[in-house]
């Protein structure tokens, strides 16, 4: 492990900052809103998801894009395309994310990059003054999760996590309805992320792009040399850049799981089995299939994942809008609940909910929409009103230490793992030893932030 810098080395990362944590400090206090100002919005990272989210909170949540930054030009020109039709005036463009953050024109930013650099710009944002909203996986591992909490209590920061489905009408019906008692008491909950796929090839490496910062780029990970296949989605395969599909995605279905169970907590144990199976001999790193169980004291949770079945899918646009119920069955995304006396079927992608009971007899049926726009909405409004967000970072911690807890048991082969919440340990040196990654010199994220 690399020495802990201090939190002024940490913002400024290398050579050419000039702006402490200090002087950020200094120039953000927080302001004071009316409920009609519009909140000044940047977005550091400019992907295809994070275009989505830009437009729409410019459009659902009535947000100022003030800023876009990211280590390519083309993908700022594109997302300034993207977003022309729903706002008029011209943002920001900037490659270094230092000047977003020091800029005193900006109220908030969107974090959405690889999933490495989620919680370094998290926590450089919080001291910066800055209010978050951070694509999931919100950490690439335990330790990192923990200390976004601390930074956004420390410096009173509104942070939301990108798991919408907090935001999701029929989520909280469903979650009322579990409350009820009328299933009965539960005891298994099983979570889906059953999608296709195909084998993952590098190909060619290219040539690195004029003026491209592929050291930034690659940040806390380990050096290798430039591909230009890593930026350009490739880095989903790769353990150094994310945690696999169910950190991707999966961790949609896990959040919302805990959510339906009234949010229990951290497991005591778990357990895995996976590998790179229908793929096996590609380029990747990352599971094809995999099967995690933790074990919560009153109940079980299960995750069953692939990335190869053909015949599985996401919900359709039509479902999404509750205009179908969906086919289950090959539905990818489900979340099915086990109660003593009914069964609870729900969809992640909107489609809502059903309550059977023996026999396959609907005894209650829900539609639902995806409820992405209401998350915009919330975390816009809490920026505003100063109150905790639907995804707060303190609530999406457990999801996302449930999911790590998952990886870290297949990764060093598929073991079982008790858990001491307290003491954030497992019982198991090696295991421990990935609660906190090892982080390249000059980026690492200190222990006091």
């Known amino acids: 492990m690399s020495a802990t810098i201090s939190r002024r080395t940490f913002l400024q990362r290398s050579a050419g900052a000039a702006v402490g944590f200090g002087a950020l400090t200094a120039l953000h206090a927080q302001k004071v809103r009316s409920a009609n100002e519009r909140v000044n919005v940047a977005m550091i990272g400019c992907g295809g998801r994070g275009r989505f989210v830009i437009r729409m909170m410019i459009e659902e949540a009535e947000a100022n894009c ?4 990211d280590l390519s030009e083309q993908k700022i020109g594109q997302t300034a395309e993207f977003i022309k039709e729903t706002q008029k ?29 989620h919680a370094p710009l998290t926590i450089m944002a919080c001291q910066a003054g800055k ?3 951070v694509e999931k996986p919100h950490s690439h591992c335990i330790w990192e999760s923990g200390k976004m909490v601390e930074a956004a209590a420390k410096y009173k920061k509104i942070v939301q996590v990108g798991t919408q489905n907090r935001s999701t009408e029929y989520n909280h019906i469903a979650r009322d309805y579990i409350r009820s008692g009328k299933l009965g008491k539960i005891g298994l909950v099983k979570v889906f992320n059953l999608k296709t796929g195909s084998p993952f090839k590098l190909g060619d490496a290219g040539t690195q792009p004029e003026g491209f910062d592929w050291d930034r780029w690659l940040g806390r990970a380990p050096w290798r040399p430039f591909h230009q296949r890593l930026i350009r989605g490739g880095w989903h395969y790769y353990w150094d850049f994310c945690g696999g599909d169910m950190t991707d995605d999966g961790i949609h279905q896990i959040d919302l799981g805990l959510m339906l169970m009234d949010d229990p907590g951290l497991p005591k144990s778990v357990r895995a089995l996976g590998g790179r199976y ?24 299960t995750f069953d994942m692939s990335q190869y079945p053909k015949y599985m899918e996401k919900s359709t646009d039509a479902i999404r809008k509750k205009t179908l119920v969906p086919d289950w069955m090959q539905n990818a995304t489900r979340i099915e609940v086990y109660g003593q006396d009914l069964f609870m079927i729900l969809g992640r992608h909107g489609g809502g909910f059903i309550v059977e009971k023996a026999s396959s007899q609907v005894v209650e049926k829900v539609f639902g929409q995806a409820g992405d726009y209401a998350h915009y909405r919330n975390f816009i409004s809490c920026v505003k009103s100063r ?39 497992f019982d198991n040196p090696e295991a421990t030893k990935r609660i906190k990654d090892t ?8 222990d006091k932030v």
């Open 66 to 69: 003030v800023g876009l930054c």
């Open 89 to 117: 005036t011209k943002p920001q463009f900037e490659k270094d994310y230092r000047k977003i953050l020091d800029s005193k024109d900006v109220d908030a930013v969107i974090v959405a990059t690889p999933d490495n650099w």
């Open 131 to 133: 209010d978050v909203y």
């Open 278 to 301: 229908v793929h096996k001999g590609d380029d990747a790193e990352v599971p094809d299939v995999l099967n995690v169980a933790w074990d919560f004291g009153t109940f079980a949770m």
């Open 387 to 425: 109150k905790k967000p639907n995804a707060d970072i303190s609530i999406a911690h457990a999801s996302n230490v449930t999911a790590h807890m998952g990886n870290i048991a297949h990764k060093i082969g598929n073991v079982a793992l008790n858990y001491n919440e307290k003491k954030n340990t």
């Open 439 to 446: 982080y390249r010199k000059g980026y690492e994220i200190p």
